[in-house]
């Protein structure tokens, strides 16, 4: 309260002084909006902001016993350590494929379950529908992990089970062989995540506006053609806004989707840049490096992004700024 | 006026939230210098008494969601040494990265458990408490009953730097092989002594229908990821990878010594002939654990003591099969005849406390309570009535029911030496006491010396951890040498590769520390 009248008090003085200023009149008018902006501000300065100063470690030998202040610097050595590592182009290429996959393959899916799911003139059927794809976004990665493997097991897996029975043949093994891995990361993926994913497109089918519709009705538009015309259109802004932020992440696969599903076998085409920094950062301790590698994955991403946004509004006029 | 009042009365409101938020932040910090305050007045107003904190690892086990110092047993032993343990149970399985979060947080406690000094960050960096004075003046039972193999393991240039825990049972080679004898007894096999005998009993597990349910489903040997839980088949030519091994005078990483060539063959073959389970890349601690109980899995790997406990599952998970397991001693591999089984570890456990803490002394004086007898007999059976039961003038104990009271914590942490006088009060089940007994009996009778049981992990392993065993180099190396993806001759190509990278630098640290810290003493 104490502050708050003096604030006040400060205020009143002020106005005194430049009694002219428009912009400060304004402020001064609605000063509580302000005031009410305050803890968001907060929140992010301490919450967002501050914790970015601890990248400086990716510049210095950090000890965890001696601090971030009294560690020493050493310059770009870590970032030498990363593009000399032996593994680092299996490292890239491992992450940028996945992630082109999951651009191909993953990002659509929801969009065509939304659209999908659009189409439906049950409305019982849907929101079942909907409720249904959706739940397995709850479920944590090392429990969608344990499902694959009952489904994928040699031993006891239930599609290997009903392929040996069927075809006679020898299972085939999935989990211990790279040719498979990028393609269980995806699928798995998919599965989790597509329902989730239709939320925001569904929100924004529901925003298209129903005259539109109307309108190329009575133009003689089939299903078909109000498709193509209206809906797609009008579903573009969302689905460029997410791409581009999808793009902002390429370098990042996430740790705990792909750590479960990786072992010696299939390493050479399933590790990535998240599941390295967790061995290396988390059991290694190199908390220098690992936040090396992460800064050098946030400054890819930050340039796909703006380049991409700026493609992005060049080609359709739609961006994120 | 009221529109005035109305808006000031938004403000406040704002502020307070603000503030409500603020003070939520702040509270942890403040809190937890108000409970540990407490901590101490209340333990004062009971006996002038005195309290350390330490971090150790649950060892999986459930206890009491209350605060540690309300745990009875925790109460127990401040009754009884005036020392009240404020203990911060960690999940065992994330027991290393939480460790590693609480120090980088500046969480540090006055002592915490782990398995080694060699892996011991504070250790390396100077933060450990060197014990040497305060052994003599508090701890007299600690330096007569822990065996001097244990300390030598803890002392670096004749400064102790933690208190050993002895292994388990004092059988230094802690893993060994076991075998369902009832299956052994059904095809008229003898324990194997050489490899190629091993060879020819697991495919007559494979081969041979043991479980008699008419299907070739048996798994003959299973390990675990990582090529884990596989050390005694390393072991048959007296290498062990997650261990060092001494080759042309130099400290070398088991995985480099040449015996591993062998010892990959003969896993090679094994997974050819479908000997070895086939999903040993993928099988977590737990599926290993459900094959073994599932009556399918006819030899593994695991701890010299566990035999008991092992016989007692399947016993219980099999009812309707006559079900016997046997510990075997490590067979010994083609072309060698050198040590077999694990290589010797000479500490179960070890207790590490920060130079910067005020309660040293009440640290040593609780665990020298704790190996007296009287210590030793509550930290090994805990409180009568529960786990720990009289019938007449007979005490009996029954480890699986320490679960019921979530007092199995207690054992791991507190229960640091086995005492004869302390375990010859106890009667326990024969039948499972046996089988522990003669997991025990193989273990000492074989085991590989380990010269560098107290060193700390080369500074090259550590920047750069692809070098080590569960480093990527040699994991892949060798799993696609097992299941066939690359011919043999690949470990060879494997070692250059791991020299190139810096694997030669890792042979020079270990070779210099052995000679300045193991050789200068000998000689």
């Given at each position: ?6 604030a006040a ?48 470690i ?9 601090g ?63 409720t ?76 298209i ?7 190329a ?105 | ?15 307070g ?42 060892f999986?086990?459930?206890?009491p ?19 009240t ?9 994330q ?15 006055d002592?915490y ?87 020819e ?124 397991l ?9 072309g ?12 179960g ?10 309660n ?18 509550f ?17 009996f104990?029954?480890?699986?029911k ?95 590769t ?26």
């Open positions: 309260m104490h502050a708050t009248k003096a008090a400060t205020a009143s003085r002020s106005r005194q002084r430049s009694p002219g200023s428009a912009g400060w009149q304004y402020f001064v008018r609605h000063h509580p909006f302000y005031v009410m902006l305050v803890p968001g501000i907060v929140y992010f300065l301490v919450m967002k902001y501050m914790p970015l100063l601890g990248t400086v990716a510049f210095k030998d950090y000890n965890i016993f001696k971030i202040l009294a560690s020493e610097w050493v310059g770009l050595q870590w970032f030498h350590q990363l593009f000399t590592y032996p593994k680092f182009l299996r490292l890239l290429e491992n992450t940028l494929l996945i992630s082109l996959y999951q651009i191909v393959f993953a990002f659509p899916a929801p969009i065509v379950l939304a659209l999908l799911m659009n189409e439906l003139r049950m409305m019982t059927v849907k929101r079942i529908v909907q249904l794809v959706y739940l397995p976004h709850f479920l944590s990665w090392t429990i969608v992990a344990g499902l694959v493997y009952m489904l994928l097991s040699t031993q006891t897996g239930l599609l290997n089970g009903l392929y040996v029975s069927w075809t006679g043949n020898a299972p085939i093994e999935l989990l211990q062989s790279a040719d498979s891995i990028r393609t269980i990361i995806v699928s798995s993926g998919i599965w989790k995540e597509v329902g989730w994913g239709t939320i925001i497109f569904l929100a924004a089918l529901t925003g506006d129903p005259s539109l519709y109307e309108a009705r009575i133009d003689g538009a089939g299903r078909w053609r109000q498709f193509l015309s209206v809906t797609l259109p009008g579903l573009l802004p969302a689905i460029m806004v997410l791409l581009l932020l999808k793009l902002g992440n390429v370098m990042d696969l996430g740790f705990e989707q792909i750590y479960p599903f990786i072992n010696p076998l299939n390493a050479e085409k399933g590790d990535v840049f998240d599941t390295y920094t967790y061995v290396a950062g988390i059991k290694g301790g190199q908390y220098s490096f690992t936040t090396a590698v992460g800064l050098f994955k946030s400054v890819v991403g930050f340039l796909v992004l703006v380049l991409a946004n700026k493609a992005s509004k060049a080609a359709t006029g739609e961006g994120l700024y | 006026m009221t529109q005035a009042w109305k808006k000031w009365a938004g403000c406040a409101l704002t502020l939230m603000a503030l409500v938020v603020g003070a939520c932040a702040a509270e942890n910090e403040p809190a937890g210098a108000a409970r540990e305050a407490s901590g101490t007045e209340a333990g004062q107003s009971e006996a002038g008494e005195t309290q350390f904190r330490m971090f150790a690892s649950d999986n086990n459930s206890y969601a209350t605060a540690a110092k309300d745990y009875p047993e925790i109460q127990y032993m401040a009754e009884q040494t005036g020392i343990v404020d203990l911060v149970l960690i999940p065992h399985g027991y290393h990265d939480q460790l590693r979060i609480k120090f980088a947080s500046n969480d540090i406690p002592v458990q782990s398995w080694s000094i060699a892996d011991s960050e504070p250790v390396q960096n100077g933060l450990a408490l060197e014990l040497n004075e305060l052994l003599d003046e508090y701890g007299p039972n600690l330096k007569a009953r822990i065996p001097q193999s244990s300390w030598d393991a803890v002392t670096i240039n004749g400064k102790i730097m933690a208190i050993p825990a002895p292994p388990n049972a004092n059988a230094p080679a802690e893993r060994i092989l076991y075998v369902r004898k009832d299956w052994m007894e059904k095809l008229g096999l003898e324990a194997p002594t050489t490899s190629d005998e091993l060879l009993v697991l495919r007559a597990f494979k081969n041979g229908d043991p479980n008699g349910n008419g299907e070739a489903d048996e798994i003959a040997f299973s390990g675990r990821e990582k090529i884990s839980w596989m050390d005694n088949i390393f072991g048959m030519w007296g290498i062990n990878p997650n261990a060092y091994a001494q080759h042309e005078g130099q400290i070398v990483p088991g995985f480099i010594h040449p015996n591993t060539k062998q010892a990959l063959a003969f896993l090679h073959t094994m997974y050819d002939e479908g000997l070895l389970d086939s999903e040993f890349m993928t099988n977590t601690g737990t599926i290993w654990k459900q094959k073994i109980l599932s009556g399918k899995v006819g030899m593994f790997n695991h701890n010299q003591t566990l035999g008991g406990s092992w016989f007692r599952d399947l016993r219980d998970a099999l009812p309707e099969e006559e079900v016997e046997m510990a075997i001693p490590t067979p010994q591999g083609t060698y005849d050198g040590p077999v089984g694990r290589v010797e570890q000479p500490l456990k070890v207790f590490i406390l920060f130079k910067q803490s005020a040293a002394a009440a640290v040593i004086k609780l665990y020298d309570w704790l190996v007296t007898d009287e210590g030793n007999f930290a090994a059976y805990g409180f009568e009535g529960q786990a720990l039961t009289r019938e007449g003038d007979q005490l104990y029954e480890i699986g320490e679960k019921d009271y979530q007092s199995a914590w207690r054992k791991p942490i507190f229960d640091i030496i086995d005492l004869e006088q302390v375990d010859g009060q106890i009667t326990t089940d024969e039948v499972l006491q046996a089988h522990s007994r003669q997991g025990i009996e193989v273990s000492l009778q074989e085991g590989i010396p380990n010269p560098v049981a107290a060193m700390p992990v080369p500074p090259t392993l550590v920047s750069q951890s692809d070098l080590g065993w569960e480093g990527s180099l040699f994991q892949e190396a060798a799993a696609k040498i097992i299941v066939g993806d690359e011919p043999l001759e690949h470990y060879d190509e494997f070692v250059a791991w020299m190139r990278q810096g694997g030669d630098k890792v042979i020079r640290e270990a070779t210099d520390w052995y000679e300045a810290n193991v050789q200068s003493d000998g000689a």
